[in-house]
């Protein structure tokens, strides 16, 4: 049965930075398309972004732009996204996701069929 799982959530500071990683348990993360979204408390899930099976990136959320990075480590199997000038507004449950359809990325959830549990990023003072 595969499995995604995130790392690296935690409380960072308002203006800190968090990477988050996403690794797979029973498939092949180089031929899907993984993207990374969150939800917050009372809030829908959003794709805050999404890289293609050839490294080919979205960003979604505009409040995000120009502060996070998705990428991939094709040795270490794994999808990082590095989230910088962190704001109260970024706290949220990630979670990465894979796509099947690997060559393309999406903003909507529902074409992701693979999920994380989540990690939690706590931005606080």
């Known amino acids: 049965q595969s499995q995604l799982v995130e790392s690296g959530g935690g409380l960072v500071q308002p203006g800190g930075s968090l990477r988050l990683s996403c690794a797979a348990r029973g498939l092949n993360l180089d031929t899907y398309a993984i993207g990374w979204f969150r939800q917050a408390p009372g809030k829908e899930r959003e794709v805050v972004s999404c890289i293609t099976m050839s490294s080919l990136m979205g960003y979604y959320v505009d409040s995000m732009k120009g502060r996070v990075t998705i990428s991939r480590d094709r040795a270490k199997k794994t999808v990082t996204l590095q989230m910088n000038s962190l704001k109260a507004e970024d706290t949220a449950v990630y979670y990465c996701?894979?796509?099947?359809?690997?060559?393309?990325?999406?903003?909507?959830?529902?074409?992701?069929?693979?999920w994380g549990q989540g990690t939690q990023v706590t931005v606080s003072s």
């Open positions: 996701a894979a796509r099947r359809t690997g060559s393309y990325c999406t903003g909507n959830a529902g074409d992701f069929g693979s």
